[in-house]
């Protein structure tokens, strides 16, 4: 079965300093990787994807992941915070092989601090 | 969201009473999902549909049911509505199994 956890449910950043919001998962075979966000009383926008390649992946708004399969995660991260950027960020995690579900994280909410 | 929209944006029923939720696209996608967002849950996948009349289960569709007559078109139905359906409904579209969704605006719905 497959499955997502988002150990923190929340993390406080200073605007201009790096930020990194964890990942980790579980599937059978190779996971497709995704992450989302979500800004207040909105829906939610795609951010990001890993299906193969670079385990470095860019993104939206300057935004980049990284897939590490030993370690199963696959963290967000961004080189210098936005207060625009706090919002609620979700992973999720969709096995390559049969069936066409996605499993989301349960979020972490980011807020960065001018 | 562009090519994609729910509706209603928001709904008061009673309990006990049917309600059923309506996903429109635009995109002519051939994936169409069903999620439930609560506090602490993220979002919970409730059914998904990968063609026309082709429907699955998700991890919680139990008192719900959906239909997919057109490839337009995905509808929730909630049989009886029960107060811990209380929720806010994204419907998600996508093209492939390996593309990100395209998320409707939501629905928020209270089971009173």
């Known amino acids: 079965a497959q499955s997502v956890a988002q150990p923190e449910d929340q993390v406080n950043v200073a605007e201009g300093n790096p930020l990194t919001v964890k990942c980790t998962y579980s599937?059978?075979?190779?996971?497709?990787l995704f992450w989302y966000v979500q800004y207040p009383n909105r829906g939610l926008q795609f951010l990001l994807k890993?299906?193969?390649?670079?385990?470095l992946v860019k993104g939206s708004y300057g935004f980049e992941a990284e897939f590490n399969k030993s370690q199963t995660s696959f963290h967000l991260k961004k080189p210098s915070a936005l207060v625009s950027d706090s919002a609620l960020y979700f992973c999720?995690?969709?096995?390559?092989?049969?069936?066409?579900?996605?499993?989301f994280g349960a979020g972490t909410r980011l807020f960065v601090k001018a | 969201d562009a090519g994609i929209t729910q509706s209603p944006r928001h709904k008061v029923t009673e309990t006990g009473t049917p309600v059923t939720l309506r996903c429109h696209q635009t995109?002519?996608?051939?994936?169409m999902y069903w999620y439930r967002q609560d506090p602490g849950h993220g979002l919970r996948l409730i059914h998904y549909?990968?063609?026309?009349?082709?429907?699955d289960k998700g991890e919680v569709s139990d008192g719900y049911s959906v239909s997919r007559s057109k490839t337009e078109d995905f509808l929730l139905t909630l049989e009886s509505a029960t107060s811990s359906q209380t929720s806010v409904y994204f419907c998600?579209?996508?093209?492939?199994?390996?593309?990100?969704?395209?998320f409707g605006s939501g629905t928020r719905l209270t089971v009173v």
């Open positions: 549909s990968y063609g026309v009349k082709d429907t």
């Open positions: 599937v059978s075979g190779n996971p497709y």
């Open positions: 999720a995690v969709r096995a390559n092989t049969g069936g066409f579900k996605t499993i």
């Open positions: 998600a579209i996508s093209a492939g199994t390996a593309g990100g969704y395209t």
């Open positions: 995109e002519n996608h051939r994936y």
């Open positions: 890993y299906i193969t390649g670079d385990n």
